[in-house]
């Protein structure tokens, strides 16, 4: 069986690759020391880095490292806006550089953003960076921006093992996109038939989730607006077919167990670990407070359910003449987090479901809170505002139509009604960062943001041209560009320490690291653990699986090692590299871009 679904993967993989024949984005890359020694001392210290694909704004933070359980849950800042909880947590960011091709420094001063010295220690420092000053590139124009874009879209970076695809899947409900097709061929989207699955007053709600282990199945949210439930269904995805109901799924006829609702909305369905989540949305549906987070098991039995009221609801704003509940309506799984936020205020969060699910404790779910005190994604924060710093107010701006994490869970918030910028940011603890714009941005509507960042050949940010036919209440379809548009992102991250390294001890296991640069052109270093000495070999395969090339051959020392891989005689694609020491064997996968 195993070797039988090798087979179809790599079958996969020949066919993914057979596809992606014109779109090959330029992708941007950081480059820094992943170790940087410094005194703490307040002296000035430069920082060397190299971004090489794109031009790049860049942004330069210092966080905490490894006091994540140090901090306990507490709110803080201008009326109480961040809330953090057993997170590591920034110390010091910087304001957004625009930076050349090539090698560039950064300067700090070893100092926090009160101006107080950071005490000597070890530390976190991310670079963030995007093209602030390239246009933006054709990845599908087929698929469908709008509403479609941030409600029910959803992009596979890495595979049923956790490896990065060749070719990301770009998937909603019913349509797929393979990330490398040709970006403006309609002939290249793929459906599935979903009309009459549903029984009668029953309607698809929200972002979709694909299995984790068979992307040939996937779940939904569904919602009977005239009966006020909410439920979710499994499908089988057919290929430009008509999709299968699992009837046999759920608590009865293919409907997980179905909870009431007041609103038609849901944020959709998200898969961390073993368990199955979905959601309601109430914010304009109802006077009290309703907001609630449902978990299932992977059966579709519903475990429990998570009231969210304490953030997502607010009985004074209701006494103001706003709205008592603010969603949330959109959200977007990243490992085991969940980001969630709404178009209809102010509130931007991460959570951990399983930090919940282990513990039993509601307060172990919220990771971060973002609200009304940084300006970044506020509402009402003007001066002029009539109902003063009041957040679940949805007759003002910035209206936010999606949420993105990154691989280092930087935050991107697509902001409209806040004038030409492309999304408000927020660091890895959900420090507010400002708004941040892509080159000729207007202040036309904005719907969607998603990273891939899964070191595939396709990683960057995809966002949505809506600005193109104007603001929302004076709109021109004919200028609309509608579609999937790619811009060059990053993110690394390292350690600024005053420790002085020491020699490392001999590992306790053999282990072998994801190559590095991974996709690369042409050259690329694989790195491995020894637990003992030994003969080393480190093999090189294409995705038919035929031995093209041996880096190494030969005995080596226990103890970590590195090869490095020069690619140039070889083609763009997909390569697998076995590292084989005794009777240990580890096989991964690589991307060769060109």
Known sequence: MKKIFVSLLIAMMITSVAFAADFAPTLLKLTAAPI????????????????????AGVLFLVFTKGKADQIPDITNGFLGWHQVNKVDTCMYASTLASVNIGANTIAWNGKDDDGGVVPPGEYTYYLWAFDNQGAKEDAARPMPSGWGFDYTTDVAGVDEDGLPMANPLW????????????????????????SGALATGWAYTGEPTLHPSDYNYMYAAVTNTEAKQGSMIKYKWVPNGVAEIQTDWGEENGYATIFSKAGGGSCGTAIIGEYLFTSDENHVASTEPDSQMYIYDMDGYQLEEFDLTPW???????????????????????????????HCNCLNQMIDPLRYMESGEADDMIVWSNGNGDYTLDHNFEDTATLKWVCNDYNV???KYCISPDGNKFTAVCGYDVGAVSFGLMAPDGTGLGYLSYAGETAGWKK?????????????????NEQTMGPHYDQNLEMLEA??????????????????????????????????????????TISFKLAEAGD??????????????????GFMDAGSHSVVWDASDFSAGVYFYTVKSGNHSKTMKMTLVK
């Open 36 to 55: 940087i020694q410094y005194d703490f001392d307040g002296s000035n210290i430069s920082i060397p880095y190299t971004v090489s694909g794109h031009t």
């Open 171 to 194: 998937f909603t409900n019913n349509r797929r996109w393979i990330i490398g097709n040709d970006a403006l061929d309609v002939n290249l989207v793929e459906t599935t038939d979903l």
């Open 312 to 342: 997502w609801s607010d009985p004074d704003a209701l006494e103001v003449g706003a709205q008592m509940n603010g969603g949330p309506n959109n959200w977007c799984e990243r490992g085991d987090r969940i980001f969630l936020n709404c």
């Open 397 to 399: 701006g910035p209206y």
């Open 448 to 464: 969607g943001e998603i990273f891939i960042d899964s070191d595939t050949a396709y990683d960057g940010c995809y966002t949505d």
């Open 483 to 524: 579609g999937i548009f790619f811009i060059g992102h990053d993110s690394i991250s390292g350690i600024i320490t005053n420790a002085v390294a020491v020699a490392e001890a001999a590992p306790a296991a053999f282990s072998v690291a994801q190559n590095a640069p991974n996709p690369f052109n042409p050259t690329t």
């Open 536 to 553: 080393v070999s480190v093999d090189v395969f294409n995705v038919a699986g035929q031995k093209i090339n041996t880096i190494t051959d």
